[in-house]
T-cell receptor, first 117, second 113 residues
Framework: AQKITQTQPGMFVQEKEAVTLDCTYDTSDPSYGLFWYKQPSSGEMIFLIYQGSYDQQNATEGRYSLNFQKARKSANLVISASQLGDSAMYFCAMREGYYTGRRALTFGSGTRLQVQP | NAGVTQTPKFQVLKTGQSMTLQCAQDMNHNSMYWYRQDPGMGLRLIYYSASEGTTDKGEVPNGYNVSRLNKREFSLRLESAAPSQTSVYFC????????????FGDGTRLSIL
């Protein structure tokens, strides 16, 4: 079974509107972390936001927020007030074993977001 | 502000040739990783090194070897390149603390003919 599922291969959004990128995950480990990365067309991986499984509040970083629904095992990324520069691939990733496990990430297949003027 | 530096950025090899991808980080991180990214897929872990002197296999280790030369450097070697290894390779590093993000290099685009 896929550990990280991103069901939206591509999405369009109008500039200045908000957009939600979906991510569901599968783990039996009670301790895990969820990360979102942005990959622009230039290819680099840019860290956006992190949510820990024990965090009480949804993470926020500027225009990025994470809609974390633990019971549903979803960690959707919300981008508010989209900008043209937000056009990129977005990857959801999970790290299992918060305290003792390896630190490597398992990635989803990504969502390509295109922001239209 | 170099962060994670990968060399080379591009490489074309013939089937059967060998090469080493280099990675160095200047953030004093203990953990380092090698991933590959194929079209339509997310990054997949090849090998990782939790700390200097240790390495472990990831999801797709076949055909690769790694060396953690010191705390800063983590190299990936293809002993006998195959067309299936055509991919973009990313090196990353992170603190041991689980809530810290991984920092990625800019990637190496490798084509095997």
């Amino acid at each position: 079974a896929q550990k990280i599922t991103q069901t939206q291969p591509g999405m369009f959004v109008q500039e200045k509107e908000a957009v939600t990128l979906d991510c569901t995950y599968d783990t039996s480990d009670p301790s895990y972390g969820l990360f979102w990365y942005k990959q622009p067309s230039s290819g680099e991986m840019i860290f956006l936001i992190y949510q820990g499984s024990y965090d009480q509040q949804n993470a926020t970083e500027g225009r990025y927020s994470l809609n974390f629904q633990k019971a549903r095992k979803s960690a959707n990324l919300v981008i508010s007030a989209s900008q043209l520069g937000d056009s990129a691939m977005y990857f959801c990733a999970m790290r299992e074993g918060y305290y003792t496990g390896r630190r490597a990430l398992t990635f989803g297949s990504g969502t390509r977001l295109q922001v239209q003027p | 502000n170099a962060g994670v530096t990968q060399t080379p950025k591009f490489q074309v090899l013939k089937t059967g040739q060998s090469m080493t991808l280099q990675c160095a980080q200047d953030m004093n991180h203990n953990s380092m990783y090698w991933y590959r990214q194929d079209p339509g897929m997310g990054l997949r872990l090849i090998y990782y090194s939790a700390s200097e002197g240790t390495t472990d296999k990831g999801e797709v280790p076949n055909g690769y070897n790694v060396s953690r030369l010191n705390k800063r450097e983590f190299s990936l070697r293809l002993e006998s390149a195959a067309p299936s290894q055509t991919s973009v390779y990313f090196c990353a590093s992170s603190e041991r603390t689980a809530n810290q993000p991984q920092h990625f290099g800019d990637g190496t685009r490798l084509s095997i003919l």
